[in-house]
């Protein structure tokens, strides 16, 4: 079935700097990436929407220029933290539908980004 | 936008009995109802959905049930075992619209021994 790689699994960063996490649609083309982010004991809440080629569509509350998407090809989407503090840590996830087939979504499997 | 309601947000079963875990949702347009099982620290793994043309679905122990009217999404397991303890999601999503799934807040099933 559809696969989607992501990485790193784990990332520890210091505050201030930034954290790139990617995902890739393996054997499908991804023309729409679903960003996630899920706080401990909570649900997954989406921050963002990437469609290939152009620029993500932003959930309220969610700061675009803090959380800078690129969706640059059908295969790889990529979710930058920039200035990362303390309370950006979190599980990130990426999901992405293949086109046409009338197929789920598939999930990566996740960044868990600890700031210190 | 689409907000989706979940409850309970723990449930205790005794191993073999069943659960039920229920779901409302806002947005009439949805139509497209997946669920998904998360274990800590995993991708949550789709175990079943429903589409709003369809009223129920089942699969060995899993059936969804879909009140488009109510706007009412149930799932059920039946004959629970150990490894059904997890934290369960339901979600919704306009298909061919925005596509995007919003996620209710969740369910933690306990299945005790």
């Known amino acids: 079935g559809a696969v989607v790689s992501q990485h790193p699994s784990r990332v520890i960063c210091k505050s201030g700097t930034s954290v790139k996490i990617e995902c890739r649609s393996l054997d499908f083309q991804a023309t729409t990436m679903f960003w996630y982010r899920q706080f401990p004991k909570q649900s997954l809440m989406l921050m963002a929407t990437?469609?290939?080629?152009?620029?993500?569509?932003?959930e309220q509350g969610v700061e675009k220029d803090k959380f800078l998407i690129n969706h640059a090809s059908l295969t790889l989407s990529t979710l930058t933290v920039t200035s990362a503090h303390p309370e950006d840590s979190s599980f990130y996830i990426c999901?992405?539908?293949?086109?046409?087939?009338?197929?789920?979504?598939?999930f990566g499997s996740g960044t868990r980004l600890t700031v210190v | 936008g689409e907000n989706v309601e979940q409850h309970p947000s723990t449930l205790s079963v005794q191993e073999g009995d069943s659960a039920v875990i229920k779901c409302t949702y806002s947005?009439?347009?949805?139509?497209?109802f997946p669920w998904y099982k998360q274990e800590l620290g995993k991708r949550p793994q789709l175990i079943i959905d429903?589409?709003?043309?369809?009223g129920e679905k089942k699969d060995q122990r899993i059936a969804v049930t879909l009140n488009k009217t109510a706007k009412h999404f149930s799932l059920h397991i039946t004959e629970t075992q150990p490894e059904d303890s997890a934290v369960y999601f339901c979600a919704a999503s306009i298909r061919n619209r925005d596509d995007k799934i919003i996620f209710g807040k969740g369910t933690r099933l306990h299945i005790l021994p």
């Open positions: 990437s469609n290939e080629g152009s620029k993500a569509t932003y």
């Open positions: 999901s992405a539908r293949e086109e046409g087939t009338g197929q789920g979504y598939t």
């Open positions: 947005d009439s347009a949805s139509n497209y």
């Open positions: 429903i589409r709003s043309n369809v």
